[in-house]
Structure formats: structure tokens, C-alpha cells
């Protein structure tokens, strides 16, 4: 990437006020120049050509293609596929995710959280107090529970580390072949079939793509072995709804725990809010860290000034 001598930023977060944002990114950049937009189209009297990078979350579509000299769309989350939907996204530009151990940290309670609320059964003993009485027989066998997760990436493999320290069998999917000492990962059709065949529990941590899209759909619940658990942290688009709720219905999986949506916030009256066997949460498995996130930003600028490869690069054609 070409050095900059004073970049100057647009930060936009969708449906917020980004001076917060713009404060955090300057306090480890003072020199930089940092606008939003003004009810999401540029300010007036802003030169469309003085932007040099975008950080942002959910940009209105078409904003990217009116500044003629982008250099870089650094994305504020893990995932890109709020950038890559744009139709009309400049396709020569740079993009960049975020990549914040805090995040790793974050996902990893929320992934530990929901898998031992299955596994504990949790909600049978919440459920217990209208009786006034405990069930009898109570046994964990952690051994008896293996846990595949889909997607090895940054959250993923820290997510697996976490479990498997725990004392869970874990397995990983991946794209590419990769090493993660004592988890066994996986790649290509094959290998997901083996997993999901021997998982009881799947964590969905993959990013959305055109390979990935739909992908927790009938085919993969039958696989499961029956009573299986699903924990998607990654897309409300890996999951095909009508699917689902029928794997729920017939008992398949026993329970899903969802922190994504097709529609985000979840819809009222959407079918999910009520099910007794579905637990949302609403996208806050991993948080975007306003102190880690910004200096991680300003980190970004930092190389793009000096005309260094900055952390994160996505490739487009993979979509992630
Ligand atoms: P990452 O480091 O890019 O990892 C993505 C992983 O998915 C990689 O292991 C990659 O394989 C694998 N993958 C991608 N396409 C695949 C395919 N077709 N077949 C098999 N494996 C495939 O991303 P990350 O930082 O871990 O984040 C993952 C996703 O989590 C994000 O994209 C976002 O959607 C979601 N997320 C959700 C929240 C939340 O709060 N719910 C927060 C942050 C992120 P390779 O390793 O071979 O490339
Ligand atoms: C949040 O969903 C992210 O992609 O970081």
C-alpha cells in the first residue's frame, strides 16, 4: 500500500453516534482527521476525494463507491460480510477485520457459557423451582459430550482451546488444513460430515459467505447424533430457520442457542423469541471493545501511513 502523509477517516456506526469512536481512534492518532456522516450521507462541504480510509460498521450501501480515493475499508467487527453485500463496493479497495484478542476472550466466555448451560442442563433445574423438588439421578459425564466447532479462525480456535482445556473432546472444521495441539481439524465436505456426525454439540464461529451461507440446515442437524445442541455465533444467515425449528420439534436437537439473526434485532413475533427450546441473545457473544478496537485501529492507520500491510486483510473472493 502506497504511504500516506495525513489520512483522513470516515468512521460510521450504523444506527450510532460515532464520536465516541472518532475520540478513541485520536487518542492513539492525534494528527488524523476524522469525520461521520450526517444522517448517513456525507457531511456537507466534505470533499468526497479527501477520505483515505473507512472504518465502519454496516455502511449504508453505495456511501464507499463516492469516495474516489479509498484506500482501505477497515471493518469495526470480525466479520466482513456487512462490506462484501455492498453491490456497489469499489472492488479495488482494501478491506480489513478487526482482530482484537479482547474479542477472542469475549466469544470464548460466551461459547464456555452456553455449551455448559447445555450441558449442565441448567434450564431443568431454573424449571425445577415451580415444583418445589430436584431430579433424582443427576450425572455429567464430560467425556460422553464431543464438541465440533466450525470455523478455526482467530475466535474459534480460542474457543476450542478453551473447551478442551475444560476436559471436552473438540473437534474443528476449517478451509485450509491447520494444527491446533489436541484438537483434531478437519477440512472439505468429508471432514465436516465426520464431525458433525460425531458432535453432539456444534458451535458455528464461520464467517458468512457464498460456501458457508445456509449451512446449518436439515442435511447437517440429521447428521448429529439425536439430542444435539447448536450454538451459532456466527451469522444469522448460516441457519436455515424453517429447518431448525423442525429439528427442534422432532426432538433431533435439544436445544439451540442462536446470538444471530437473518434480521437483526430479532423481529417481535418472530417464532424464536417464544420457543422453549431456543435461547437468544442479542449479537453480544463478542462485543466490540471501544478502548482494545480503537487502538487496534489507529494500529491500522499507523501501517497504512507508513505504507505497511495492516492486520486483517480480507480476500474478497473467499469472502472472509
Ligand atoms: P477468521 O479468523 O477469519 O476465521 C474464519 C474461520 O472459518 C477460518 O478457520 C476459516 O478457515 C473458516 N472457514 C471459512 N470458510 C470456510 C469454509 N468454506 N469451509 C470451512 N471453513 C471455513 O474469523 P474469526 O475472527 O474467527 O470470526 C469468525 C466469524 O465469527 C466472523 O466472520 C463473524 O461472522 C462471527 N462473529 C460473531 C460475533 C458475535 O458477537 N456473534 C463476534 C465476532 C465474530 P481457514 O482457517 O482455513 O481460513
Ligand atoms: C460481530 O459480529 C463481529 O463480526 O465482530
Redesign the pocket.
Known amino acids: 500500500m502506497p504511504a500516506l502523509s495525513a489520512p483522513k477517516i470516515l468512521v460510521h456506526v450504523r444506527n450510532t453516534d460515532a464520536t465516541d469512536w472518532i475520540d478513541g481512534i485520536k487518542r492513539w492518532a492525534p494528527d488524523i482527521e476524522a469525520v461521520q456522516l450526517a444522517d448517513d450521507r456525507l457531511p456537507d462541504g466534505l470533499d468526497p476525494a479527501s477520505i483515505d480510509i473507512s472504518v465502519c460498521w454496516r455502511m449504508p450501501h453505495g456511501l464507499h463507491a463516492q469516495l474516489p480515493n479509498l484506500k482501505l475499508i477497515q471493518s469495526m467487527?470480525?466479520?466482513?460480510?456487512h462490506i462484501l453485500s455492498d453491490p456497489r463496493r469499489p472492488a479495488e479497495v482494501a478491506i480489513a477485520?478487526l482482530?482484537d484478542p479482547w474479542?477472542a476472550r469475549s466469544?470464548t466466555h460466551?461459547v464456555v457459557s452456553q455449551i455448559l448451560r447445555w450441558h449442565r442442563t441448567l434450564d431443568r433445574f431454573d424449571a425445577c423451582k415451580a415444583e418445589e423438588s430436584w431430579p433424582t439421578n443427576v450425572i455429567f459425564d464430560p467425556d460422553a459430550v464431543s464438541i465440533g466447532i466450525?470455523?478455526?479462525?482467530?475466535?474459534?480456535q480460542a474457543a476450542a482451546r478453551a473447551l478442551s482445556a475444560l476436559g471436552f473432546p473438540v473437534k474443528g472444521?476449517?478451509?485450509?488444513p491447520?494444527s491446533v495441539e489436541g484438537i483434531d481439524v478437519l477440512?472439505g465436505a468429508d471432514g465436516?460430515d465426520g464431525i458433525v456426525r460425531t458432535s453432539n454439540a456444534v458451535v458455528c464461529?464461520?464467517?458468512?459467505?457464498t460456501?458457508?451461507a445456509d449451512i446449518l440446515n436439515a442435511d447437517l442437524f440429521a447428521k448429529m447424533p439425536s439430542g444435539g445442541f447448536l450454538l451459532n455465533?456466527?451469522?444469522g444467515g448460516h441457519v436455515v430457520e424453517a429447518d431448525l425449528l423442525a429439528a427442534l420439534e422432532s426432538g433431533q436437537l435439544e436445544a439451540a442457542s442462536l446470538?444471530?439473526f437473518r434480521t437483526e434485532p430479532l423481529p417481535k413475533g418472530h417464532p424464536f423469541w417464544r420457543h422453549p427450546k431456543i435461547w437468544p441473545t442479542p449479537?453480544?457473544?463478542?462485543?466490540i471493545n471501544l478502548p482494545t478496537a480503537t487502538r487496534a485501529f489507529a494500529e491500522t492507520i499507523r501501517r497504512v501511513r507508513a505504507g505497511e500491510v495492516p492486520d486483517g486483510l480480507i480476500d474478497p473472493e473467499?469472502?472472509?
Do not use: C, F, Q
Open positions: 467487527a470480525a466479520g466482513v460480510d477485520r482482530v474479542m466469544m460466551h466450525l470455523g478455526m479462525g482467530v475466535l474459534g472444521w476449517s478451509r485450509s491447520k477440512n465436516l464461529l464461520l464467517p458468512l459467505t460456501e458457508t455465533v456466527g451469522r446470538d444471530v449479537h453480544i457473544a463478542s462485543e473467499k469472502g472472509y
